[in-house]
């Protein structure tokens, strides 16, 4: 790697917003697709999503698709926020969104697998290793490593730990890419993984050393 650290063994890849989509995550893609569809603004939103994510939290079935868990995600939003007609539309926006940034990042996964052993590391639903494997990514990976199952969720240091024990990796052996700076590089940090931070606009990393990628083939720059 640049700047004379050491190459990593492992790559950890946070899902939500990083692999699905460049740096944005779930509720501002959500926000835009209902907006577009003609919710009011307000400030509701947010806390309308978050509800209505929390609530699938360990409520979906270990083999659900990802269609499933984005079309009821997108039911409990509308709901919410008394947009009920525009669910299945929203949905299936998300879905194509998600599906086409996912198939142009499986040649990167791919690559990297050849050098590196790789993990997903998510927040999820309980079903992740049924959404990597439908959506191609079990393919290219050694683990998945889903919240739910795990019992702890991103920053917490555990679901960081349970990745490195599943890769057999220490934290320097290992680089951390995400899209959430409270989660994915405050967790990272704290546990001494090295980070990535995939950025879809302006800011600045949580870090003054860390790495800003905009898409996940910048990555080999970084690995260079």
């Given at each position: 790697m640049k700047g004379g650290a050491a190459?990593?063994?492992?790559?950890?890849?946070?899902?939500?917003?990083?692999?699905?989509a460049d740096g944005i995550a779930w509720k501002d893609r959500f926000q835009r697709l209902f907006a577009a569809a003609g919710a009011p603004d307000g400030n509701g939103f947010d806390r309308a999503f978050y509800d209505a994510d929390d609530a699938l939290v360990g409520a979906i079935a270990q083999e659900a698709t990802f269609?499933?868990?984005?079309?009821?995600?997108?039911?409990?939003?509308?709901r919410r926020i008394g947009l009920r007609e525009e669910a299945g539309l929203v949905a299936a926006r998300f879905l194509g969104d998600a599906r086409a940034c996912l198939g142009r990042n499986l040649p990167v996964l791919a690559r990297l697998h050849e050098r590196y052993r790789l993990?997903?590391?998510s927040n999820f639903y309980g079903n992740l290793a049924a959404v990597c494997a439908?959506?191609?990514?079990s393919a290219h990976l050694d683990a998945a490593i889903d919240s739910v199952v795990?019992?702890?969720e991103k920053p917490d240091r555990r679901i960081f730990d349970a990745a490195l024990d599943a890769l057999g990796v220490a934290p320097e052996e290992a680089l951390f890419v995400g899209d959430s700076l409270p989660r994915d590089?405050?967790?990272?940090?704290a546990v001494g993984i090295p980070h990535v931070w995939l950025r879809p606009g302006?800011?600045?990393?949580?870090?003054?050393?860390?790495?800003?990628?905009?898409?996940?083939?910048?990555?080999g720059r970084v690995l260079a």
């Open positions: 190459r990593p063994r492992a790559v950890l890849l946070d899902f939500g917003g990083t692999l699905d269609s499933e868990v984005v079309g009821r995600l997108s039911a409990a939003v509308a993990a997903v590391v439908e959506t191609g990514l795990v019992g702890a590089m405050a967790g990272a940090r302006e800011g600045s990393a949580c870090c003054p050393e860390d790495a800003v990628i905009a898409s996940l083939p910048e990555l």
